[in-house]
């Protein structure tokens, strides 16, 4: 019998689905990609990208959260290709994020949870 944990069970952080535009670019680079997230969460966010992003590599995304742009420096935590299609769905972990940012990210967290 199996007695790791599920992916559920080693979140840190609950995650909402929630589908929003972003924008990334790999760091160093300041070459901006635009998507969409998947969910989102106090530590990180998941999102679907055209190309592989490397697991550990550093990222600067820029979340926009309706009444205003949260900017953080995440790491890619994993990588998937989406079945037969040319997308990606990836992982971040947020490593440098502001106490603003933070408070604003939980407020909206909360805010889509009541609804």
Not at 43 to 70: C, E, P
Request: charged share 25%; proline share 2%.
């Amino acid at each position: 019998m199996w007695a790791g944990n599920s992916m559920e069970e080693r979140r840190q952080h609950q995650r909402v689905d929630i589908s929003f535009p972003l924008e990334y670019s790999l760091l160093p680079s300041s070459k901006y990609f635009y998507t969409v997230s998947k969910d989102l969460s106090m530590g990180g966010l998941r999102i679907i990208v055209d190309k592989f992003l490397a697991k550990n590599n550093m990222v600067k995304v820029g979340i926009n959260l309706i009444d205003r742009l949260v900017n953080v420096k995440a790491r890619v935590a994993w990588c998937n290709q989406q079945g037969n299609t040319d997308r990606f769905m990836a992982g971040l972990e947020f490593l440098e994020i502001n106490k603003d940012d933070q408070r604003t990210i939980d407020k909206f967290l909360t805010r889509f949870a009541e609804a």
